[in-house]
T-cell receptor, first 113, second 112 residues
Framework: NAGVTQTPKFQVLKTGQSMTLQCAQD?????MSWYRQDPGMGLRLIHY???????DQGEVPNGYNVSRSTTEDFPLRLLSAAPSQTSVYFC????????????FGSGTRLTVV | SQQGEEDPQALSIQEGENATMNCSYK?????LQWYRQNSGRGLVHLIL?????REKHSGRLRVTLDTSKKSSSLLITASRAADTASYFC????????????FGKGTMLLVSP
């Protein structure tokens, strides 16, 4: 049982490049979310999904796209990377209905130069 | 921003001592959750307390919730060096599907 798997673990991008951060979970969780973690800022929500085909924006969605074609996968796309997107990105999943703890992936450390 | 705040930002104690971290939040909640993050790792869920609960225990962890003050506290008893980590509170709102809003965390250092 792998839980939440994020790939890659590290990535360096040049300004203007695009890439996709992968997230997969094998717990049949309906809820999935993407957060970014910056020093002194805690975790901030980028996008989230309550099920396949349903996504919505969080607190800091600009510059990011998501889609959810299956229950298992929730990729995060950076359209045109900017230095301000240098951060650690975490994917998390939870059972439907609220009131459950979230399971987090181990994170992707992204540097945009 | 709807982020809450943890207090203190950093805490340094000796093994065997108790560690208390406080959390304040801004909106009405369904529940309040605490997470631990070891350096360079993902977050691990520790404990969840619902809005109609005032106190909850799990092993060496004790969480309290005061909804009138919009605050919570996490007590770790008999701390160990392995408890060294950052601790975050996160509140889950009560309007339909609600995501987690995290505080900025408390960095705990437990020295042998």
């Amino acid at each position: 049982n792998a839980g939440v798997t994020q790939t890659p673990k590290f990535q360096v991008l040049k300004t203007g490049q695009s890439m996709t951060l992968q997230c997969a979970q094998d717990m049949n969780h309906e809820y999935m979310s993407w957060y970014r973690q910056d020093p002194g800022m805690g975790l901030r929500l980028i996008h989230y999904s309550v099920g396949a085909g349903i996504t919505d924006q969080g607190e800091v969605p600009n510059g990011y796209n998501v889609s959810r074609s299956t229950t298992e996968d929730f990729p995060l796309r950076l359209l045109s990377a900017a230095p301000s997107q240098t951060s650690v990105y975490f994917c998390a999943s939870s059972k439907q209905g609220g009131g459950y703890g979230y399971t987090f992936g181990s994170g992707t450390r992204l540097t945009v130069v | 921003s709807q982020q809450g705040e943890e207090d203190p930002q950093a805490l340094s104690i000796q093994e065997g001592e108790n560690a208390t971290m406080n959390c304040s939040y801004k909106t009405s909640i369904n529940n309040l959750q605490w997470y631990r993050q070891n350096s360079g790792r993902g977050l691990v869920h520790l404990i969840l307390i619902r809005s109609n609960e005032r106190e909850k225990h799990s092993g060496r962890l004790r969480v309290t919730l005061d909804t009138s003050k919009k605050s919570s506290s996490l007590l770790i008893t008999a701390s160990r060096a392995a408890d060294t980590a950052s601790y975050f509170c996160a509140n889950e709102g009560n309007s339909g599907y609600s995501t987690l809003t995290f505080g900025k965390g408390t960095m705990l250092l437990v020295s042998p």
